[in-house]
């Protein structure tokens, strides 16, 4: 048997930092939203074990063979499978193309076999803050580490320019950064932040600009200053509003309305020759997501 599955490309909309935690992370308020840009998985179950996961790109250690893994030690029945991942989403860039590949294999995996879906809630929080989220792409609102979730109601029409750079930076090294320079929110900033974002959050709402905000920017300028340089040049070439996605380094331009693409794909096309992976990108929903036989 063989099954398909994307797994698309996140971005934070606003990323605002909140007090550490014992657990060594920190509280966060964040609006995730999946992209058009995604890897692509293909499962395929074998006759024998063990499973395997297939990723040239990745040196090391695979998200998505964790996800397995972990899969495996709740008790899962499904069959030894091998899983080959296409990658499209940049490495280390802020986007959590190792997080949307776990959650796509975990997609996958319990097509053949289904599992309870708390157990696979707890399991993908145990992965990563990021996985939750995107066991079903969409729109998320993040609360805790960014693994307690709400589903808002579709933002209006809008689109985004991607401008991966050619570096990689470390979450853990971006948080320690901002914890030296000083970034978290108090509780009580964090409380209002989540709130005011809560009350924004309508159907077909445009975000107002003061809550396009990633508190972790400037920690990634400081470790990696092409990120200041290619904020400005994204917004000198048209953009209304830019941001680092996540811990960066990938920067993101954000246009509303209905000709939002054009305008993406245009200033794309503007970029390329000094940032060649600059790309046009739109919200996808659940549906990207969805396993289907090949």
């Known amino acids: 048997m063989k099954l398909r599955a994307l ?22 308020v964040t609006l995730y939203e999946s992209l058009t840009l995604h890897d692509e998985l293909q499962l395929e179950t074998l006759d024998v074990g063990p499973d395997r996961v297939i990723c040239p790109e990745i040196q090391g250690g695979n998200l998505a063979a964790q996800a397995l ?3 495996r030690a709740t008790g899962w029945a499904g069959p030894p499978v091998e899983i080959s991942i296409r990658k499209r989403i940049p490495v280390a860039a802020g986007m959590a193309g190792g997080s949307a590949d776990a959650a796509a294999a975990l997609r996958l995996a319990i097509e053949l076999a289904p599992v309870r879906p708390d157990l696979l809630d707890v399991l993908a929080a145990e992965l990563g803050s990021d996985v939750p989220a995107q066991l079903s792409p969409g729109l998320a609102l993040g609360t805790g580490a960014g693994e307690v ?15 991966p750079l050619p570096a990689e930076l470390s979450t853990p090294a971006v948080y320690r950064e901002a914890d ?11 409380r209002d932040r989540h709130r005011r974002l809560r009350d924004a959050l309508q159907p077909g709402a445009r975000l107002p600009d003061e809550l396009l905000v990633n508190d972790l920017q400037p920690a990634a300028v400081s470790l990696c200053p092409p990120v200041g340089e290619a904020l400005t040049r994204v917004h000198e070439a048209g953009a209304p509003h830019v941001i680092v996605s996540g811990s960066g380094p ?32 739109g919200p996808v929903d659940a549906s990207a997501g969805r396993p289907h036989p090949v």
């Open 7 to 28: 797994a698309p490309a996140k971005v934070n909309l606003c990323l605002f930092l909140g007090p550490g935690r014992a657990d060594g992370r920190h509280e966060l």
């Open 69 to 71: 893994r972990a899969l």
């Open 149 to 163: 979730l709400e589903r808002p109601s579709p933002l209006a029409p809008h689109a985004l320019l991607v401008v």
């Open 180 to 190: 030296r320079l000083g970034l978290p929110r108090s509780s009580d900033e964090l």
């Open 250 to 281: 990938t920067v993101v331009g954000l246009w509303w309305g209905a000709d939002a693409r054009a305008q993406a794909q245009r200033v794309a096309e503007t970029l390329r020759s000094r940032y060649p992976r600059a790309q046009s990108a």
